[in-house]
């Protein structure tokens, strides 16, 4: 998936969460796409995505085009419905799939939403042990 050394500062744990994105580009070359994702796994400041139902013809601009992903997601511990904004660090599309892979990373984070983030990361790590620490 991803190469190169592990550059987190925070854990990641393992997540198996429905979300809608909505990624935009700030080229304009496609118009933003809202699509179901599921959550890979999850930090602090960070998480990985899995886009669902992406058309073959958009998986060059997926990796090439797309900055940004607003990620709306319900925390399972709070039922708490939150939009967050998301930078795109990463991204990679099969080509025989429907489906991309990216990584977002939160640059800035209100201290509500990084509460919810550090309450969904301690929730899940009661279910699973964690996916990797720095």
């Excluded at 400041?45 to 958009?58: A, I, Q, W, Y």
């Excluded at 708490?80 to 991309?100: D, F, M, N, Y």
């Amino acid at each position: 998936m991803r190469k190169g050394k592990n550059k987190r500062k925070h854990k990641r744990v393992p997540a198996q969460i429905g979300v809608k994105v909505l990624i935009e580009s700030p080229t304009l070359s496609f118009p933003p796409q809202t699509k179901n994702a599921t959550i890979i796994d999850v930090g602090q400041r960070g998480m990985t995505l899995k886009v669902h139902n992406v058309p073959s013809e958009f998986h060059n601009q997926m990796e090439e085009d797309c900055r940004f992903v607003d990620i709306t997601l319900t925390f399972p511990q709070t039922k708490q419905t939150r939009t967050l904004l998301g930078k795109i660090v990463w991204s990679t599309c099969e080509a025989s799939a429907s489906e991309c892979m990216m990584g977002v990373h939160f640059e800035t984070m209100s201290p509500e939403h990084l509460s919810s983030m550090i309450g969904l990361i301690n929730h899940l790590e009661t279910q699973q042990p964690p996916l990797m620490s720095t």
